[in-house]
C-alpha cells in the first residue's frame, strides 16, 4: 500500500473516531435533556391539576386561569388524579407498572415512559389525605427534535469526511511530492553516474537530512569503485609485467637454436620473473584472507613489548643494515596494561610490514620503535627520517598495489599498508599515518587494551 493511501486512511479514521464520539455526545445530551425538559412539564401540568382538582375554589380559578393562559394541550394528553390507597393502581387502569405507582408513594415523584408515551406522577397531600396525580402525553416535540439532530449529524458526518479526505488527499501529495521527486533522482543513478547527487530541499530539515546522507553514501560508494578500478588496474599491470617478461624470454628463445649457456641464462630470468608472479600471487591471497569480516582466529593475550622485540629481531635477520632503535622510555609502570587479545602471527605481520617499509624508504637510516599506552589503547609507534609521502596521496596509500610517486627506486608491490590496515581491523584497531615528504613518516598501530 502506498504511503500516500497509508495516510489517508489513518487521518480519515482517527477524524471519523473523534467526530463519531463527539457526535454520539452532543445526541445523547440533547436527547435527555429534552427527555427531562418534557418530564417537568408533565409534573407542573401534574401540580396545577392537582391544584386544580383538590385546592380550595380561588386557588382553582386562578390556576385555571393559568392552565388557559400558558398550558398548551399535548398530544394524548391524559389526566388521573386518584385518592391514594392499596387498590389505587386497580382502580386506575393506567397501562403503568406497578413499580412506578410504588416509586411515587415513595419518593413523591416519578417518572415512566413506554415509547413515545411519557408519564409523570406525584404524590399530593391535602386537608389530611393523600392523592396520586399521573399526567401522560405523547412526547412528539422531543421525537422530532432528536430524528432532526440525528439526521442533521449524519450529513454533517458525511460531509465532514469527504471534505477531511479531500483535505488530507491534497496535503499527503504535497507532502509526497519531493519524496517522489527524490525517489525519480535516484532511479537514474547507475554505476555510470556515480558522480550524480541528489539536490538537498531547502525548506524541509527531515528531507534534507535524508539527501545528505544518501550523497554521502553515494560518495562512499563512489570511491568504493574508483578505489576497485583502481585495484583491478593496479593488479593486471602488476601481473602483467612477470607474465610479459616469460612470454617474451621464451619466444626469444625460441626464435632459434640457443647455446646452453643461453638457455640457462633464459630459463634463470624466466624463473626469476615466476618467482616474483608467484610472490605477488601469495600476496594477494593472504590479503584477501585477511580481508575484515570481524572474525579472529587463534586470539591470545599478547604482551605488545614483547611482539615489537620479536620483530625487530626479525626485521633484522632480513634487512642487517636496518638501525632500529627501541625506545621503551614510554612504557606503563603497569606492564598487564601493554597486553592486547589478538592473533600473535597477524600482529607480528602488521608490525613487521610498518617496521621493514620504515627501514627501506628511510635507506635504513635510524628508525624509532616505541611503545606506549594512552586511553586504553597501546600504541606502537614507528618514525623514519625517510622520503615520506607525498599529502595529495596519502588517501591512496590504502589502496591495493598502489605505489606512491616517490617510491620508483624503491622495491615492493603495494601491498603492506594495505595488508596492516586489514590487521588492525579484525583487531578493533586503527591505523594513524602521519607523513611529510621528504622529512619522514610517523605511523602508529592503536590496538584496545585487553580486559584483564
Known sequence: MKTQTKILIFSTSIFLSYILIFSGFIYYSISDYTYTDFYKRLEIRAITMAKIELESHKSVEMVKEIRQDFLEKLPNESIVVLELNKDTIIKTGLNVPKSFIEEIKLNERAFYHNESIFHSGIKYITKGKEYLVIVSAKNEYSIKLVKYLRNLLIVALGFSVLILGFLVYVFSRRIMRPIKKMVSEIKIISTENLNFRLVEPKNNDELKVLAAAFNDMLNRLETSFETQKNFISNASHELNTPLTSIIGEAEVVLSKERTVNDYINSLNTILESAGKLNKKTKALLFLAQTGYNGKIQQVNGLRMDELVIDVKTTVEKIYPEAQIHLNFDLLPDNPDTLKVKG?????????????????????????????????????????????????????YIYDPFFRASNTSEYGGYGIGLP??????????????????????????????????
Open 419 to 452: 595488508l596492516t590496515r586489514n590487521v588492525m581491523k579484525i583487531h578493533n584497531g586503527i591505523i594513524v599515518v602521519n607523513s611529510d615528504q621528504n622529512k619522514g613518516t610517523t605511523i602508529e598501530l592503536r590496538l584496545p587494551v585487553e580486559n584483564i
Open 343 to 395: 592473533n600473535e602471527q597477524l600482529l607480528h605481520l602488521a608490525i613487521s610490514n610498518v617496521v621493514m617499509n620504515a627501514c627501506k624508504y628511510s635507506d635504513f637510516k635510524k628508525v624509532d620503535l616505541a611503545v606506549l599506552v594512552i586511553n586504553q589503547q597501546v600504541i606502537v609507534r614507528v618514525r623514519d627520517e625517510g622520503i615520506g609521502i607525498p599529502k595529495e596521496e596519502i588517501q
